[in-house]
């Protein structure tokens, strides 16, 4: 079974600056997709940013974008330019190629004026 | 107007009631989802559906079924409900091919006294 960690429960940036939230994953597979999703206190889960394991490309959506290292089986996220709204609880989810998610349990992120 | 509504929002009930939460759709989508999420952790998948006669068990259906009335609507009931399935419940749909991207509900916010 995949597993997904998320070892910073909390972290904190300053408004516009820059900050990077990590994900490990385990699998056998080799075909699968990767995704960050952000809950805000109205608690709607909101996708972020999505990255297919057979692209070499990172992914890119505006001031998000990660670092896809698929032999270190790691996903972090980054964020550039840190806004108020930024301020939410992210999951990094994992798809399997048969359509199951599997979430990691979360970062909290706090931004500070 | 959603693509992905929920009823009810919030519901407070008490032990051993039978209880359903409701899941509709107008994306259109074929796959749908029921999670779990307790506080401070991920979500966990209860149960899903690739098309209406197709059903699978997730990772903590103990104590849960659905039913998948039609494409669109998808429910799950607790037979007899427990203090520790108190919870946010979130439905999710995708799309069979479409890089498997989830779209989640507003979520429903269970309360088992």
């Known amino acids: 079974a995949q597993t997904v960690t998320q070892s910073q429960p909390e972290m904190s940036v300053q408004e516009a600056e820059t900050v990077t939230l990590s994900c490990t994953y385990d699998?056998?597979?080799?075909?699968?997709?990767l995704f960050w999703y952000k809950q805000p206190p109205s608690r709607q889960m909101i996708l972020v940013i999505r990255q297919e394991a057979y692209k070499q490309q990172n992914a890119t959506e505006n001031r998000f974008s990660v670092n896809f290292q698929k032999a270190a089986k790691s996903f972090s996220l980054k964020i550039s330019d840190s806004q108020l709204g930024d301020a939410a609880m992210y999951f990094c989810?994992?798809?399997?190629?048969?359509?199951?998610?599997?979430f990691g349990d979360g970062t909290t992120l706090t931004v500070k004026p | 107007d959603a693509d992905v509504t929920q009823t009810p929002r919030n519901r407070i009930t008490k032990t051993g009631k039978r209880i359903m939460l409701e899941c509709s759709q107008t994306?259109?989508?074929?796959?749908m989802y029921w999670y779990r999420q307790d506080p401070g952790l991920g979500l966990r998948l209860i149960y899903y559906?690739?098309?209406?006669?197709?059903?699978n068990k997730g990772e903590i259906s103990d104590g849960y079924s659905v039913s998948r009335q039609a494409q669109a609507k998808f429910s799950l009931s607790l037979e007899s409900a427990i203090p520790n399935q108190t919870a946010l419940y979130f439905c999710?749909?995708?799309?069979?091919?479409?890089?498997?991207?989830?779209?989640f509900g507003p979520g429903t916010r269970l309360t088992v006294t």
């Open positions: 999710a749909t995708s799309q069979t091919g479409q890089s498997y991207e989830q779209y």
């Open positions: 994306k259109g989508h074929d796959r």
């Open positions: 559906s690739f098309d209406v006669k197709d059903i």
């Open positions: 989810a994992y798809r399997s190629n048969a359509g199951k998610s599997t």
């Open positions: 699998t056998s597979e080799s075909d699968y997709y």
